[in-house]
Every structure is written in C-alpha cells, then in structure tokens.
C-alpha cells in the first residue's frame, strides 16, 4: 500500500475520531440535562442520540468523509437505517443489563454507547459513506 494512501486513510480515522467527540459530548450534555430534568432513561438516551445523529451525520458527510459531492438522499437513508438499527439494539442492551441483570443505570448506558460506537463506525464506513467507484466486483 501507498504511504500517500496510508495518510489519507489515517487522516479519515482522525476525523471520524473527532466527530465521535463531538458526538459524544452532544449525547453526553443532552442526555445530562434531560436526566436532571426527570426524563426515563430509554427517553432520554432516545433523545440524545437522535441530536447525536443529526450532527453525525452533517459532520461525517462534510468534514469525516468528505462526501458533500455526492447525492446525500441515499447516503441519508443508508445512515438512518444503520442508526435506528444500533439504536434499537442500545434500546435491548439497556434493557437487559438495567432491568434484567440489576447493574446500574450508567454501566447500562455505557455499555450501550460501546455497542453504538464500534458497530457504528464499521457500518458508516464501509456502508453509508462508502466510496461507491470501491464497490466490489462480482467474483
């Protein structure tokens, strides 16, 4: 592999890294605020990662991946999928470590945020913001 096309991907990383902060605190501060404010858990995990994906995915299309020239309507649908999907699954993982096994409140959250990172950035980068001229040729 190229040096050139090691930095470049290197330099993806990074930036994914820094919308995943930037992510992190839109999460971190709305659910905060909504817990002080009463909110249920399941609400307002809900509701900060549905402000988490909004700014995710405007950060990743324009500053991660660098996507802004291509039509964003599929890549947006791409995106909600796969976020609703993780969602739902944090929504279960909650679940079952909070009410099922008794753990506290915030190891479920936690755990939960794990789970929607890491599956998060393989699917966004191989999926929703994949370079469609690196599709894979029928074997």
């Known amino acids: ?19 995943g902060l930037g992510n992190t605190g ?4 709305t659910a905060y605020l909504l817990n002080k ?17 909004l700014f995710s995915f405007i950060m990743n299309c324009i500053f991660t991946f660098r996507s802004f020239a291509r039509p964003l309507h599929p890549m ?13 699954c944090v929504q279960i993982i909650q679940y079952l470590l909070i009410e099922k096994a ?9 755990a939960g945020m794990v789970f929607y990172t890491s599956c998060g950035y393989t699917g966004n980068r191989l999926w929703v913001f994949r370079n469609p001229s690196k ?4 074997a």
Request: charged share 10%.
């Open 1 to 19: 592999m190229r040096l050139s096309i090691l930095i470049k991907e290197f330099s993806t990383m990074i930036r994914f890294v820094l919308v």
């Open 26 to 29: 839109v999460f971190t501060l």
């Open 37 to 53: 404010a009463g909110w249920h858990y399941m609400a307002y995990t809900a509701a900060a990662y549905s402000l988490g994906i």
């Open 76 to 88: 947006f649908i791409r995106f909600i999928i796969l976020t609703f999907s993780l969602l739902g």
């Open 102 to 110: 008794g753990l506290a409140e915030l190891v479920g959250v936690i």
């Open 135 to 138: 599709k894979s040729s029928p």
